[in-house]
């Protein structure tokens, strides 16, 4: 991760409050839910068991659950993790 993605990430952060202690970014990317990048500006495709338990769980659409959450869908898009 460069100094240009701690950065934005760092603006993302502040002021997001999540119930994991941001363990995504914490773990150094490695404790990541399981979402899918579909092309949607500010979402994610949920692939997580439960996705209704996130606080950051948008909506479902069809079968698909959405997630929201603004750093799992910068880390998704900008970073391809």
Request: charged share 30%; no cysteine.
């Given at each position: 991760m460069d100094?240009?993605?701690?950065k934005e990430i760092q603006k993302i952060l502040n002021g997001l409050q999540c119930?994991?202690?941001?363990a995504c970014y914490?773990?150094?990317?490695?404790?990541l839910c399981r979402a899918e990048d579909i092309g949607l500006d500010s979402?994610?495709?949920c692939?997580?068991?439960n996705p209704r338990k996130c606080k950051f769980f948008?909506?479902?659409y069809g079968?698909?659950?959405f997630c929201q959450c603004p750093l799992r869908?910068?880390?998704?898009k900008k970073m391809k993790v």
């Open positions: 100094e240009k993605q701690k119930s994991k202690d941001f914490t773990s150094g990317l490695k404790d979402y994610l495709i692939l997580e068991n948008a909506t479902v079968n698909r659950h869908v910068y880390i998704a």
